[in-house]
């Protein structure tokens, strides 16, 4: 019986026809890998071809389509400590680059921000006259950029001032027994700043100033989470150990390597190098930028499954032909949805939003009655053009890009925005951010005010 049922299925899919017009649709996207090679001694390896390169996915060899190779500056030993603070450490720049200065205030005490901050105004200084870019972010509570990428060294300078004069920055100390209890919001805010840095071409840095001694081998998803939004914005992070030389002192926790194994796996996930053993913090920046200065960026189309979730991540390894050739890039990728990215890009915009200005949405502040001796009542207001689909709206009121209250609702497709509503504050400087999401266009939009609330003058009705 089974021989005759196997036949009989043999002759009829012989006889059916068959479509030789059928197609089969496949998702694919081009993803760019930004690669530093270096030789036995550390210096950059200029003048490589695609063919020098084996690219492997999931361990398997995968075509490379694309590749850009910049490497002006040619072949370069690898920076070193600076024997004096004024020894250059930056060096000339082919093309300008963008590197974000990154202070962890959730793991650095008080004198470790100090290194670090007299380290990153050094760094300031020293690229005087150059059309590189420049980031200032904190991470306190939650990411706060203090000066979006900008090559304007008075800029920067208020920026990292502002740091010591802000009270919520600087005084903010996450000791017991106000250490959270997890490092969730730590991973939250880095993978918060990948999404912001993803809204800028080309391949960037981040050197982060930090003293974080958690394990390698825990909050794994959240280390996952940050080396996927990293390679897909094409940021390597570059830790600088903020503790230098620092010997172990009794009631300090401190790892007998001199550094730390947890920013040791940010760096080697993201592409990036851990700068540890030197009381130089200039050092991790002069290697960001002579890692730029060059890089193979080579492209390759990955076929989109439509998973979502941790399932769907790839892990990538390159490969240089070349007697003690060796090559840094980022380790994993991940599939994102549409939304995923989409909502990214709206965190981005809350975060950084002066890179999606938008002069049709406007805010302001209308002072009502004093709430007391020490605060006011006031009306915000926010207009702005009506969504071409159902969209949303955020309004955040800020001081020194700390968020003191947010609105968040949804939008109709083909109504403006006219929103108003009450609230208390207290005298100061603040910010209103307003940012609209509307699906139908290519990215969300918003808008910057700055506002003052004066004090409260004495015997005003109450």
């Known amino acids: 019986m089974f021989l005759v049922l196997a036949l009989t299925a043999g002759r009829l899919s012989a006889e059916t026809p068959v479509d030789l017009e059928q197609e089969e649709q496949v998702s694919v996207r081009l993803v760019l890998v930004d690669v530093l090679v270096t030789d036995r001694s550390g210096r950059t390896v200029p003048g490589l071809s695609q063919d020098d390169f084996t690219l492997l996915v999931q361990n398997r060899p995968v075509d490379i389509d694309t590749m850009d190779a910049a490497c002006a500056t040619g072949a370069t030993p690898d920076r070193l400590p600076r024997s004096s603070g004024t020894d250059p450490f ?9 590197v974000v200065l990154l202070f962890d205030h959730y793991h650095m005490d008080m004198g470790d921000r100090l290194d670090a901050l007299a380290g990153a105004r050094e760094i300031v200084a020293g690229e005087v006259g150059t059309a590189n870019e420049m980031m200032v972010a904190v991470l306190t509570d939650g990411l706060r950029i203090l000066a979006p990428f900008t090559s304007d060294r008075a800029t920067l300078t208020l920026a990292l001032d502002s740091m010591e004069q802000d009270v919520t920055i600087w005084a903010k100390l996450f000791d017991p027994p106000y250490r959270p ?10 993978s918060r700043l990948m999404s912001v840095l993803a809204e800028y071409e080309g391949a960037k840095a981040v050197v982060l100033f930090s003293s974080f001694l958690g394990r390698a081998d825990d909050n794994d998803l959240w280390f996952l989470d940050v080396a996927h939004r990293a390679a897909e914005s094409r940021s390597a992070i570059y830790p600088v150990y903020a503790r230098g030389l620092e010997p172990p002192q009794q009631g300090r926790k401190t790892e007998p390597t001199g550094g730390s194994r947890a920013l040791a796996r940010l760096a080697n996930e993201t592409g990036g ?5 030197t009381n130089d913090l200039t050092l991790g920046y002069a290697r960001a930028r002579r890692d730029l200065e060059c890089r193979y960026t080579l492209g390759f189309y990955l076929k989109e499954t439509g998973r979502n979730g941790v399932e769907n991540t790839r892990n990538i390894v390159i490969r240089v032909r070349g007697n003690g050739l060796s090559a840094r890039h980022p380790e994993r990728l991940r599939e994102w949805p549409v ?5 990214a890009s709206v965190t981005a915009a809350e975060l ?11 805010a302001g502040l209308k002072l009502l009655k004093p709430r007391g001796e020490r605060s006011w009542k006031v009306r915000l207001e926010a207009q702005g053009p009506p969504p071409v689909g159902d969209g949303t709206v955020a309004i955040l009121v800020t001081r020194n890009r700390r968020a003191v209250k947010v609105y968040r609702e949804d939008l109709a497709a083909g109504r403006s925005l006219d929103w108003a509503g009450t609230l208390k504050l ?15 266009q290519a ?3 918003a808008s910057v005010t700055a506002v003052t609330v004066p004090p409260v003058a004495a015997g005003l009705p109450r």
């Open 352 to 362: 950084n939003p002066e890179r999606y200005m938008d002069p049709r949405i406007t």
């Open 443 to 445: 990215g969300p939009s």
């Open 339 to 343: 939304e995923d990215l989409r909502d």
């Open 426 to 440: 207290a005298p100061g400087e603040y910010e209103l951010i307003v940012v609209l999401n509307d699906p139908a």
């Open 273 to 277: 190098r851990f700068t540890r053993l």
């Open 90 to 98: 930056s060096l000339p720049s082919s093309r300008p680059a963008r």
């Open 181 to 190: 209890l997890t490092e969730r919001g730590y991973f939250r805010d880095l």
